[in-house]
């Protein structure tokens, strides 16, 4: 529960004053997981789509962890393969979802 409750503050740091925040970074990251959604609602194709939102989740996390959260050092802080890890399961689980 330390790592959520630690990346969830650390997410907060996105946003201006960039200050880690819980609340601060429970709403960012609400945004950024809609968003997300949102975008993998749109292009995940049907067939395959578990392999392919896990496919698309990892690529999310590699883009806004490795390399726009790198700049962050609230979050370059946080190790970096449990966060890959959760964004993978991310997109696995919305895929799920969504073939529903």
Known sequence: MVYVRDA??????LVPPGRPGFARGAIV???ISV???EAL???LPESN???WG???GLAIGV????VIGRRFPAIRALPLIPQ???????????ALVVDR
């Open 8 to 13: 969830t503050c650390a997410v907060g740091t």
């Open 29 to 31: 990251h609400f945004g």
């Open 35 to 37: 968003l997300c959604g």
């Open 41 to 43: 609602a749109r292009t």
């Open 49 to 51: 789509s578990l392999t």
């Open 54 to 56: 896990a496919a698309a």
């Open 63 to 66: 883009v806004g962890v490795g």
């Open 84 to 94: 890959l890890a959760d964004n993978l399961a991310f997109g696995a689980v919305f």
